[in-house]
């Protein structure tokens, strides 16, 4: 046997461990997305099963032109934008940093309460906001209490309405990131900044915020994903209404694959949505190779 | 015994705990108090929206305003607490999470060790493909599972939906164990080789040991991920005796035409439940040291 061989042999066997892991997914995740690659070309629809035939790029086409695309795409980078890059990111960060110099007691109650949001299951968050920010909801109520004007926010801010409920949600997980990067950071380094003279915010933004920024840009990218494809809670609490008012992607292709039938056009977008998670993954990409460069 | 040896193993990652404990030596009593503040404002602004639900599940006359039961009544949870609104779903979606969580950690152990033992030219491309199919929208590719498991006869099954589920959360378990995996020094498995143990042998002697807390957040997370997931055994199931609760959630408004608020409260408490005394279980276990940040550091 030559060495090439064995070589080829002994890498054989060493990956032989991922073999489940690539069977469930090359079955139930690869398989369905070429199909769903080769349908997105198709006028395939769920009624008249037989009579789907190529239209090349017809979908896409009818994609860039429709104002309905264009205002879910809109809705949808504002969704992630607001409730997980600047929503969840900062405010888990906030979060993280202001344990670290809270009381034990405090910070055992407040993270238990902000974790407790993170486990609650989606659609059960969903009924909660729907409650909380309803016309006759608690938030009317406090602001009735405080002789402020209510609303009824799914209804007048629909898409502010989910992004908030999405911060709500997902803030614990980038809490939890961000508390495990800054116990990492070496105390001495923060204490020889304040003897330097350094405040308090200098501290943060020269000497621990750099030291975690490969968290930073973990996190970003993880939450960025999640929000992207989230649908349970949208579709809870408004069901992408008022009159499509918060019909963010996902909840788009959903409509149009299985509401209205129309399975290519439905993938094609579902395609899309795809494509924007795959450049969001090649910045993060991007960004975490340099920072390895420059280590 | 595993968790006691597995907390004692010399670790880098000081807990949260001992850390703020030392930083309240080194910080004044007014930036603590002050912190603390902040602490309990963004606390009770996360409070407020659960009120709600508690409130109404307690209450006879329930509707979207908070309004103190008077008095208290357990009427609500009498009318959900049967057979066919709460304890068949709630069986059903601890057999389909729990049996998606069981086959997801094994394909994950499984699949983090060459990726995290041996170098190769496959790892990176392969990381890559995982950390994007972590972001895959599962809505995006229910059409076409739907018609494949009608084709291989799996549709309406609890043994296919728990394939599906236990794949779609296999990226992400994937690589969070494999980062937990990495933080297992690898001298002591050299060790293990030398007196000719396996790969395999090494893996369940030594590594999975040592990562016993992280292994018990990737599968609290995974099994909280898939409790709430609705659409996936919403398009995969048929038969209403099969449905997990997160789906029955939804039917429950079918039944009654109207939404019964005080009823719907208390279903949503009875769901969260298992979710929620797993999570404590599992964080008291832990010691408070939530070791999942460090997992996802990249």
């Keep these: 046997m030559t060495t090439a061989q064995l070589q080829r042999r002994r890498a054989v066997v060493r990956?032989?461990?991922?073999?489940?892991?690539?069977?469930?997914?090359?079955?139930?995740?690869?398989?369905?997305?070429?199909?769903?690659?080769?349908?997105?070309?198709?006028?395939?629809?769920?009624?008249?099963?037989?009579?789907?035939?190529?239209?090349?790029?017809?979908?896409?086409?009818?994609?860039?032109?429709?104002?309905?695309?264009?205002?879910?795409?809109?809705?949808?980078?504002?969704?992630?934008?607001?409730?997980?890059?600047?929503?969840?990111?900062?405010?888990?960060?906030?979060?993280?940093?202001?344990?670290?110099?809270?009381?034990?007691?405090?910070?055992?109650?407040?993270?238990?309460?902000?974790?407790?949001?993170?486990?609650?299951?989606?659609?059960?968050?969903?009924?909660?906001?729907?409650?909380?920010?309803?016309?006759?909801?608690p938030l009317n109520q406090i602001l009735g209490v405080l002789h402020l004007p209510g609303q009824d926010w799914l209804y007048s801010q629909p898409i502010l309405a989910v992004s908030l409920a999405n911060v709500w949600r997902g803030t614990a997980f980038s809490m939890l990131v961000y508390s495990a990067a800054l116990s990492e950071v070496p105390r001495e380094i923060e204490e020889a900044a304040t003897m330097d003279g350094a405040g308090?915010?200098?501290?943060?933004?020269?000497?621990?915020?750099?030291?975690?920024?490969?968290?930073?840009?973990?996190?970003?990218?993880?939450i960025t994903l999640q929000t992207l494809s989230v649908f349970g809670l949208i579709w809870t609490m408004t069901r992408g209404g008022p009159s499509g008012a918060s019909t963010t992607l996902p909840l788009y292709a959903y409509q149009q694959a299985f509401q209205l039938s129309q399975l290519g056009y439905g993938t094609a977008l579902a395609l899309l949505l795809l494509a924007l998670?795959?450049?969001?993954?090649?910045?993060?990409?991007?960004?975490?190779?340099?920072?390895?460069?420059?280590? | 015994m595993t968790a006691g040896t597995a907390q004692q193993r010399p670790s880098s990652t000081p807990t949260p705990l001992r850390e703020a404990r030392h930083s309240a030596v080194t910080r004044g009593p007014a930036?603590?108090?002050?912190?603390?503040?902040?602490?309990?404002?963004?606390?009770?602004?996360?409070?407020?929206?659960?009120?709600?639900?508690?409130?109404?599940?307690?209450?006879?006359?329930?509707?979207?305003?908070?309004?103190?039961?008077?008095p208290w009544t357990f009427d609500n949870f009498r009318a959900v607490l049967n057979v066919e609104t709460t304890y068949r779903p709630v069986l059903n979606g601890l057999v389909l999470c729990g049996g998606g969580t069981v086959l997801t950690m094994i394909g994950a152990v499984l699949a983090a060790y060459p990726l995290s033992r041996y170098r190769s030219r496959w790892n990176r491309p392969f990381l890559l493909t995982i950390l994007f199919a972590t972001g895959l929208p599962i809505t995006a590719i229910m059409v076409p599972v739907y018609g494949l498991f009608v084709q291989i006869d799996l549709i309406d099954t609890v043994p296919g939906t728990v394939l599906f589920m236990a794949t779609s959360a296999l990226p992400i378990s994937i690589w969070l164990t494999k980062n937990f995996m990495d933080g297992v020094p690898i001298e002591l498995e050299e060790a293990a080789w030398t007196d000719g143990a396996s790969p395999m042998q090494a893996l369940r002697y030594i590594i999975l040991p040592l990562m016993w807390p992280g292994m018990s957040v990737v599968a609290i997370y995974t099994f909280i991920g898939l409790?709430?997931?609705?659409?996936?055994?919403?398009?995969?199931?048929?038969?209403?005796?099969?449905?997990?609760?997160?789906?029955?959630?939804?039917?429950?408004?079918?039944?009654?035409?109207?939404?019964?608020?005080?009823?719907?409260?208390?279903?949503?408490?009875?769901?969260?439940?298992?979710?929620?005394?797993?999570?404590?279980?599992?964080?008291?276990?832990?010691?408070?040291a939530f070791a999942f940040g460090g997992a996802v550091k990249g």
């Design chain 2, 227 to 288: 409790w709430g997931n609705f659409f996936v055994p919403f398009v995969l199931l048929l038969s209403n005796d099969r449905l997990p609760a997160s789906v029955s959630i939804f039917t429950f408004f079918g039944q009654y035409g109207e939404i019964v608020y005080g009823q719907l409260a208390a279903y949503s408490l009875l769901y969260s439940l298992p979710a929620l005394v797993l999570y404590l279980f599992l964080a008291r276990r832990l010691g408070g």
């Design chain 1, 200 to 222: 308090t915010l200098r501290r943060l933004v020269s000497v621990t915020i750099p030291m975690v920024r490969r968290t930073i840009a973990t996190n970003l990218m993880l």
């Design chain 1, 277 to 295: 998670g795959g450049v969001f993954s090649l910045v993060y990409l991007r960004v975490l190779r340099l920072e390895e460069a420059t280590r």
């Design chain 2, 31 to 70: 930036g603590k108090g002050a912190a603390n503040l902040a602490l309990l404002a963004v606390g009770l602004a996360f409070v407020v929206p659960m009120v709600w639900v508690v409130a109404a599940a307690f209450n006879a006359t329930a509707g979207l305003s908070v309004s103190w039961p008077r």
């Design chain 1, 15 to 137: 990956g032989l461990p991922l073999a489940p892991a690539v069977v469930l997914l090359t079955v139930f995740l690869a398989g369905p997305i070429l199909y769903c690659l080769y349908s997105a070309f198709t006028d395939m629809a769920l009624t008249g099963s037989s009579g789907a035939s190529f239209v090349g790029l017809d979908n896409f086409r009818k994609a860039f032109t429709s104002s309905d695309f264009g205002r879910a795409l809109g809705y949808t980078l504002f969704f992630t934008i607001t409730s997980a890059i600047i929503g969840q990111n900062l405010l888990g960060m906030l979060l993280a940093l202001l344990m670290r110099a809270g009381g034990a007691v405090v910070r055992t109650a407040v993270s238990a309460v902000v974790i407790g949001a993170w486990v609650l299951p989606e659609v059960v968050t969903g009924y909660l906001w729907l409650a909380f920010l309803g016309d006759g909801g």
